[in-house]
């Protein structure tokens, strides 16, 4: 009986959230908020052997902020595989170099591990092609635009839901540097950084939201 009226209670605290939650947001809007980036620790994985002990770390989250970076292509026809995978935990950011570490191989424990939910914006696309270097069974992604719009959110890029869900701004501006240097910048590292952990803190807010 009481385990029902704690459901009943909180399912009324969720109904009041969705209604107060912002559906949609400006440009100008975003402009006014606080520019963030992300401050914490950063392990930037550049061989097998750390990948793997990087995944037996990851392996241990519930929930993982996920996005990848490609070389960017100016052409019609020109693409690239992904240079980037980006694994955000709760402490600690992880960048992969996909060349220098094997390939996907050594990740798949966490990509094919439905316990784990990764988390990020266009997340079917990102896995498409991450698939232009090796297939694996995707388990436990969840698109960030996907369960936007079921809270009926209008705007859902990962910009916007930065600006609704945390009232941060994050820039876009090296998105299209190129990530298959051997070298990465500051720049580039916080910036891909940034981008997984913004998906998994966004997520983690709206879960407070969903049904």
Same mark, same amino acid.
């Not at 693409?79 to 950011?93: I, T």
């Not at 988390?119 to 297939?135: S, W």
């Given at each position: 009986?009481?385990?029902?009226?704690r459901?009943?209670?909180?399912?009324?605290?969720?109904?009041?959230?969705?209604?107060?939650?912002?559906?949609?947001i *400006?440009?100008?809007?975003?402009?006014?908020m606080p520019?963030t980036?992300?401050?914490g620790?950063?392990?930037v994985?550049?061989?097998?052997?750390s990948?793997e002990?990087?995944?037996?770390v990851?392996?241990?989250?519930?929930?993982?902020?996920f996005?990848?970076?490609?070389?960017?292509?100016?052409?019609?026809?020109?693409?690239?595989?992904?240079?980037?995978?980006q694994?955000?935990?709760?402490?600690?950011?992880y960048?992969f170099?996909?060349?220098?570490?094997?390939?996907?191989?050594?990740l798949?424990?966490?990509l094919?591990?439905?316990r784990?939910?990764?988390?990020?914006?266009?997340?079917?696309?990102?896995?498409q092609?991450?698939?232009?270097?090796?297939?694996?069974?995707?388990?436990?992604?969840?698109?960030?635009? *996907?369960?936007s719009?079921?809270?009926?959110?209008?705007?859902?890029g990962?910009?916007?839901l930065a600006?609704i869900?945390?009232?941060?701004?994050?820039s876009?501006?090296?998105?299209?540097?190129?990530?298959?240097?051997?070298i990465?910048?500051?720049?580039?590292?916080?910036?891909?950084?940034?981008?997984?952990?913004?998906?998994?803190?966004?997520?983690?807010k709206m879960?407070?939201y969903l049904?």
């Amino acid at each position: 009986m009481y385990g029902f009226h704690r459901n009943w209670v909180a399912n009324i605290v969720k109904n009041i959230r969705r209604l107060a939650l912002q559906k949609r947001i *400006t440009p100008k809007q975003i402009s006014r908020m606080p520019l963030t980036t992300y401050d914490g620790e950063i392990v930037v994985v550049r061989d097998a052997s750390s990948a793997e002990t990087s995944v037996d770390v990851l392996l241990q989250e519930n929930i993982l902020g996920f996005d990848i970076e490609s070389r960017p292509a100016f052409s019609k026809g020109e693409s690239y595989a992904p240079s980037l995978m980006q694994l955000a935990g709760r402490n600690r950011v992880y960048i992969f170099m996909l060349s220098k570490i094997g390939g996907l191989s050594p990740l798949k424990p966490v990509l094919e591990d439905d316990r784990i939910a990764k988390v990020g914006a266009a997340v079917d696309h990102d896995i498409q092609n991450l698939f232009k270097i090796e297939k694996f069974d995707a388990r436990g992604f969840n698109d960030l635009g *996907t369960l936007s719009k079921q809270l009926k959110i209008v705007h859902t890029g990962l910009r916007n839901l930065a600006a609704i869900f945390l009232r941060l701004r994050i820039s876009k501006k090296s998105q299209l540097t190129d990530w298959s240097q051997e070298i990465l910048t500051p720049h580039q590292i916080t910036y891909a950084a940034t981008d997984a952990w913004v998906s998994r803190e966004i997520f983690v807010k709206m879960t407070k939201y969903l049904p």
